[in-house]
């Protein structure tokens, strides 16, 4: 969706711009909604601690 490097999304989600949620095996997943405000130019607060 974003048409970049898939770990260029890892360090959005390490800068808090995303949420990531891990699944057992260790992938990350990000909400739908997050990623569209990413997408049209509304990124949300930076998170602490995630």
Known sequence: MFRVDPKTVTRWAKAGKLSAIRTLGG????????????LQGQIPQQRQGD
């Open 27 to 38: 992938h990350r997943r990000y909400r739908e909604s997050e990623v569209r405000a990413l």
